[in-house]
């Protein structure tokens, strides 16, 4: 995979973030309570995590926004969690300043049948000693403006959408979008004597459905990963590929500009009715000066139901040789025995010395595998290529993902730059054809990704586009297509201070091309997806970690 300096020292910054999958539903909820990522407030027995957590402490808290009086739950296409005074909803790469986090317009909500109308309808000027909005066409005046400004102003309470009035119950008050504020003299001189309603209770309780719809229930069963990469679900169990940590032999210049040092440390792992346990280790493994694994990146399972993996390199394969014995397993592919046993099956660092498909500087790392009926298909990522491996050891290309020309960044003095493809995964579809995840090289631009479909006789289109950083592809039972977003919001754009812009995002395509997407607070980095035989969802999650884990994901 030919990367820039940039992607490693963002997989170093993955390494060391703090982050953890969030979870939808109570019993879910209950495995976090012994991490740092959630705080439990037994008052309203409900817990506030990741991004949700941050903005709560930093904008607010208990004094604007009360306490959480529901956990996060997804609702109309958002993920959202309700508290006494407000509705907090992420919305990822909106606000990265703000860990992506808006405030539910709960004040536009509770007064919609009365807009236009009394104290709502809009004035046309300021009043004397009043701060004037235009916008909304009323005025916040004395201790509600006082109380506005040093609060939060507009990111916390919006725009006013009516004048102060005096309310059935002869409390002033006065309604601001995501807000209303009460006047109540002697009650708390220190905050100009103006509190902040209930809303968020309000809104809770006045919901058509007075319980949530059903939600996704996250639940993490398998851990104690090392660099997972690639699953694949099949009669056997769960398959997890482990690319491993390297080891302290002999090192060798890998494709991203840094050092790998080898050793034996990647393995297979298998999830079934006898629980987590690792089929076979010992794989050849490297690991760069970032901390990123290269190992054993995916698994494939033929009619048969032998298995097979693609073990990467990313480096120049000529480099082979300095890495002797331990480095034997390296750019690869792999028969994996039940039993333990590894039969080598074809050599794809001769293939990319003696053939170079996409006949530019040598590089192999293959990085997926999908079984199509007759032989093995591998994305290799390194050599931007497709390869058709048979189980005798051929190996022939089928086709190569050229580069093109994208606009360049800022920071680089030119319109236009070339960009390489890097397809990351491949998965057979129901029409027999070959359906590829792109990467996308530097500059890794925010819905630069394609989705490529492939016909077994090489002709390539594409399938679908829009994508950032894909890094995995898999079909369910029932014709949809997977993929997996590795950063969502672009390799670019991550900021290790915040790591909501690490957020990974799942793409569900319909055979008629519609498309569903899902995003949970805390899933990030993740490079593997499959799909059980119940329709559930795996996923691993912070992958380059080491909290790395498998998620599975039951959607309603």
Not at 60 to 83: A, H, K, M, R, W
Request: glycine share 12%; charged share 20%; with cysteine.
């Amino acid at each position: 995979m030919r990367r820039s300096m940039l992607l490693a020292l963002l997989l170093f910054i993955a390494s060391i973030v703090p982050v953890a999958a969030s979870q939808s539903g109570e019993d879910a909820y209950a495995e976090w309570t012994s991490l740092d990522y959630c705080e439990y407030f037994e008052q309203t027995d409900k817990y506030l995590c990741f991004g949700f957590r941050s903005y709560w402490h930093e904008y607010g808290g208990l004094e604007i926004f009360g306490y959480p009086i529901s956990n996060e739950i997804q609702e109309d296409g958002l993920t959202v969690q309700y508290f006494e005074r407000a509705r907090l909803e992420w919305h990822p790469g909106v606000w990265p300043e703000r860990h992506d986090v808006l405030q539910g317009r709960l004040g536009a909500e509770l007064t919609r049948d009365q807009a236009g109308q009394g104290p709502f309808a809009p004035v046309d000027a300021a009043k004397d000693g009043c701060e004037y909005f235009p916008q909304t066409g009323h005025n916040v005046c004395d201790n509600f403006l006082k109380r506005w400004q040093m609060s939060g102003g507009l990111p916390v309470f919006g725009y006013p959408i009516s004048e102060a009035f005096t309310d059935d119950d002869g409390v002033l008050v006065q309604y601001f979008e995501r807000q209303k504020m009460e006047y109540l003299p002697g009650e708390w001189p220190e905050r100009y004597d103006v509190l902040f309603v209930l809303i968020g209770v309000e809104v809770w309780e006045s919901r058509t459905d007075p319980a949530p719809p059903p939600q996704p229930e996250l639940s993490i069963v398998a851990d104690d990963l090392v660099q997972p990469r690639g699953l694949l679900y099949s009669d056997h169990g769960l398959f997890i590929a482990e690319a491993g940590a390297g080891g302290d032999g002999p090192c060798i210049m890998l494709g991203s500009g840094v050092e790998g040092c080898v050793g034996e440390s990647s393995a297979l792992t298998i999830l079934d009715d006898e629980g987590q346990r690792r089929l076979v280790d010992g794989v050849s493994s490297l690991i760069e000066e970032t901390g990123e694994g290269i190992g054993i990146h995916d698994i494939a399972v033929d009619d048969d139901g032998e298995i097979y993996v693609a073990v990467g390199l990313g480096a120049n394969p000529e480099f082979l040789d300095d890495l002797g014995e331990e480095g034997g397993d390296l750019a690869s592919i792999l028969h994996i025995g039940l039993d333990g046993e590894v039969t080598f099956i074809a050599d794809l660092a001769l293939y990319e010395e003696l053939e170079n498909p996409d006949g530019t500087d040598l590089d192999t790392n293959p990085y997926g595998i999908a079984w199509d009926g007759e032989a093995l298909i591998v994305a290799d990522a390194g050599g931007n290529s497709v390869l058709r491996v048979s189980l005798d050891g051929e190996v022939e290309t089928v086709a190569v993902l050229e580069p093109r020309m994208v606009p360049a960044p800022p920071f680089i003095p030119a319109d236009e730059i070339p960009m390489e493809s890097v397809p990351t995964n491949v998965a057979v579809g129901p029409d027999g054809n070959y359906y590829v995840a792109e990467l996308t090289g530097f500059p890794f631009p925010v819905g630069g990704a394609n989705i490529y479909k492939i016909t077994p006789d090489g002709d390539v289109s594409v399938h679908a586009t829009g994508f950032t950083a894909l890094g995995d592809l898999t079909f369910d039972d029932h014709g949809n297509l997977w993929a997996l977003e590795i950063v969502a919001g672009g390799l670019l754009n991550a900021d290790p201070e915040d790591p909501s812009t690490l957020a990974s995002r799942i793409i569900k395509i319909a055979p008629d091309g519609t498309q569903t997407d899902y995003m949970f607070q805390g899933m990030a980095f993740a490079t593997g997806i499959t799909v059980g035989s119940s329709g559930e969802i795996y996923v691993v999650n912070l992958a380059v970690t080491p909290m790395a884990h498998v998620l599975r994901i039951d959607l309603p």
